[in-house]
Nanobody, 125 residues
Framework: QVHLVESGGGLVQAGDSLRLSCAASARTFSGYHMAWFRQAPGKEREAVTAISWSGTIKYYADSVKGRFTISRDNAKNTVYLQMNSLKPEDTAVYYC??????????????????WGQGTQVTVSS
């Protein structure tokens, strides 16, 4: 069982930056691939970015490439999402997740067994 707690969300203006954090309870955190998803009002949850257990492999959705950066600190059991040049369309609840099915595409929700409660990001125009 892995317990995840996201933080760092808030209300910002377009063009601003935010850094989200996701703290994990697992002793074996360093062995897990991790990801960030988001869900905007009235829309399905979508994959934003993912990172391998070592931090050497990263994936990004086209909509955030060049603006968002995922990273992790295994010594702190924490994964981060640095979000720059935020746009109103980035408004959503952001969730971190633990990937437990490596053979499944990183964008598939079914690849992730543990989820945080989410943190709200609101970007005003």
């Amino acid at each position: 069982q892995v317990h995840l707690v996201e933080s760092g969300g808030g209300l910002v203006q377009a063009g601003d930056s935010l850094r989200l954090s996701c703290a994990a309870s697992a002793r074996t955190f360093s062995g897990y691939h991790m990801a960030w998803f988001r869900q905007a009002p009235g829309k399905e949850r979508e994959a934003v970015t993912a990172i391998s257990w070592s931090g050497t492999i990263k994936y990004y959705a086209d909509s955030v490439k060049g603006r968002f950066t995922i990273s992790r600190d295994n010594a702190k059991n924490t994964v981060y999402l640095q979000m720059n040049s935020l746009k109103p369309e980035d408004t959503a609840v952001y969730y971190c997740a633990v990937r437990t099915k490596a053979s499944t595409d990183w964008t598939t929700e079914g690849a992730y067994a543990y989820w945080g409660q989410g943190t709200q990001v609101t970007v005003s125009s």
